[in-house]
């Protein structure tokens, strides 16, 4: 409750910009549009998941030079993401058959900075901030009961006695630290190493956009989004009973946006362009 009041508060922040600023000639922004993702790192492969993306932001002009300008962009919005596949996980020895659907819905602030040519075309990048305000993931139609935490792997018991496994990212390396603890060389890594239950809540993201408009104050908006930390680190095995120790794999949101962009005060913009060129 206490995330989605300081939500609305940025919402109302960002569509309140445009009158706070009125001397300035902030430009208010809506979006809408759709997401094609995927997780890297999750042995299940393409933008199969579909999502909305949705939400409200201000421009900021900060620079203006001949035809090109630049301006800031500040975002509030409400993004889903995951992954999905009807036969996932297969591995290189074996499968878990059935579906997997992974469901991370984010509320997300992106800073972004635009270079326009023309009052057209732009280019933008920056980076975002995502926070989990919804979380779901299936097996076989059967939900994990997968949580919020730090996403990572732990040892099952005696955890303070024993190295840190926290930042393992190979399994030969967390095998070398398993067997060098203590525990003899016959024992399955999976019966000592607990694998990771949850995705972390953080998101930041470093994000690429191509935007265009198409007509009066509408823009189409194509933008990339790749998350710069994992958001899980998970072990996966060959077999399902985790008889066969497999991989260690770190995952990361991978995220294509198509979305419609409607550009408010964009007119008096220009009108203040043009009345800037004739007093020079």
């Not at 995927?38 to 900060?62: K, M, N, S, T, W």
Request: charged letters at 25%; proline letters at 2%.
């Amino acid at each position: 409750m206490k995330r989605l009041r300081i939500f609305t508060l940025l919402l109302a922040f960002t569509m309140a910009a445009p009158a706070l600023l009125h001397a300035q000639i902030v430009k208010g922004e809506v979006f809408f549009g759709g997401n094609a993702c995927q997780v890297d790192g999750d042995e299940c492969y393409g933008f199969r998941r579909f999502g909305v993306h949705a939400g409200a932001g201000a421009l900021i002009p900060i620079l203006k030079v001949s035809d090109f300008s630049m301006d800031v962009g500040l975002e509030v919005l409400f993004n889903q993401k995951g992954a999905y596949k009807g036969d996932s996980l297969r591995l290189h020895l074996g499968s878990y058959t059935g579906k997997y659907n992974l469901k991370l819905n984010y509320a997300e602030i992106p800073l972004m900075l635009y270079i326009t040519d023309k009052d057209r075309y732009s280019l933008g990048v920056g980076v975002s901030y995502g926070r989990i305000v919804y979380l779901d993931e299936k097996h076989n139609g059967v939900s994990t009961g997968i949580a919020l935490g730090d996403g990572k792997l732990h040892w099952k018991e005696n955890e303070e006695n024993l190295p840190d496994i926290s930042r393992v990212k190979d399994i030969d390396e967390l095998a070398e630290i398993v067997y060098s603890s203590g525990f003899p060389d016959t024992i399955q890594i999976s019966s000592v190493v607990a694998n990771s239950n949850s995705y972390r809540a953080n998101d930041f993201n470093i994000c690429a956009s191509l935007r265009v408009r198409i007509w009066e104050g509408f823009h189409a908006e194509l933008r990339y989004q790749y998350s710069l930390s994992p958001i899980r680190t998970r072990m996966f095995y060959r077999d399902e009973s985790q008889n066969l120790d497999s991989r260690i794999r770190t995952q990361f949101n991978n995220a294509i946006t198509l979305r419609l962009v409607y550009i408010f005060n964009e007119h008096r913009s220009k009108a203040n362009k043009e009345s800037s060129k004739e007093k020079q």
